[in-house]
């Protein structure tokens, strides 16, 4: 399974076993399936069953950012075939419905998406939309910065004074122990909890070393900040937290922090940085988008991509 993952065109760290195996407090009733052509397999997907108000539905790993159908290159007949197979086997063990939050298309390195294309035609509905943001980091990376100064209306020697003034320091050290209150308190914010547990990002990190990576900000030695980032694939990374300690807005550590992450970004020769998605969760309707969060990520020089899930 892993093999296929990381071979795959649109596989990503979310489909790893070993990512979907890793959780503690959270128990889910995996359904994960394989799909084979001539005994030799053509794709993958990740799922569990959850029971709903008497259906019975088969959906995307809740464990998981990404779900649907991984596969390496596919023409449209065999897209189809798979489809086929799929609504067979569902059919036939009485579930009611699927639904699915597909890999987006920056993570294919041809961004394929001749299987959208397939579940579109078969009257497969996008049901959600989510805006998210993505970072294209430059082969030179101060050309980012630099686009950040513009964007921000500031010059560099003001970030400068601001990081020497206030003795400032950037530290990539996987101390989530520091991390988690952090964490904990920005989520409180918002009426919220980390996705994650303080020991299951530790379980992360150990069953998958190298995978994330904690950037802590500090100042005169009390961290005030921090950004965790998840390499989903060879080339692209994901901003998954940029927290701050509220006391200490004036040091503006969210964009310090960020410029930071792009220029690691930069270092390890990533293409993308995905920002993830900005939708309000105080909001009656959960897809209401954050203009606010939408606002600052374009000021980091973040675009557009559109995060859909099929039912």
């Not at 969210?254 to 690691?264: G, H, N, S």
């Amino acid at each position: 399974w892993d093999k296929f993952v990381d071979q795959s065109n649109n596989g990503t760290l979310f489909h790893f076993r070993s990512f979907l195996n890793y959780h503690i407090e959270r128990k889910f009733n995996d359904h994960s399936l394989i799909f084979e052509k001539k005994g030799k397999l053509i794709a993958l997907f990740s799922a569990a069953v959850i029971e709903q108000d008497g259906r019975k539905i088969l959906h995307s790993h809740p464990g998981a950012s990404y779900g649907g159908f991984i596969h390496q290159k596919i023409n449209f007949s065999d897209a189809e075939g798979i489809i086929d197979s799929f609504e067979k086997y569902l059919s036939d063990l009485k579930f009611t419905e699927t639904f699915f939050i597909p890999t987006p298309s920056i993570y294919s390195p041809n961004q394929d998406e001749t299987m959208d294309y397939a579940l579109l035609w078969r009257k497969y509905e996008q049901v959600e939309f989510y805006i998210s943001s993505v970072i294209t980091i430059h082969s030179d990376v101060e050309k980012n910065i630099k686009e950040v100064y513009k964007l921000k209306n500031r010059s560099k020697s003001y970030y400068e004074k601001l990081i020497q003034v206030n003795n400032i320091s950037f530290k990539w050290e996987n101390d989530f122990d520091t991390f988690y209150p952090i964490l904990v308190e920005n989520k409180k914010r918002h009426n919220a909890k980390p996705t994650h547990s303080l020991e299951e990002l530790k379980k992360i990190n150990k069953i998958l070393p190298g995978r994330i990576n904690l950037l802590l900000m500090v100042a005169a030695g009390k961290a005030v900040g921090g950004s965790l980032i998840i390499i989903a694939k060879e080339n692209i990374g994901i901003i998954f937290y940029n927290m701050v300690d509220y006391n200490y807005l004036n040091l503006q550590p969210a964009i310090l922090q960020t410029m930071e992450v792009i220029r690691y970004a930069g270092r390890e020769n990533l293409q993308y940085l995905d920002f993830g998605v900005s939708q309000d969760p105080k909001a009656e309707n959960p897809l209401t988008p954050s203009r606010t969060l939408i606002r600052f990520k374009e000021e980091t020089g973040a675009l557009t991509i559109i995060r859909k899930a099929f039912r």
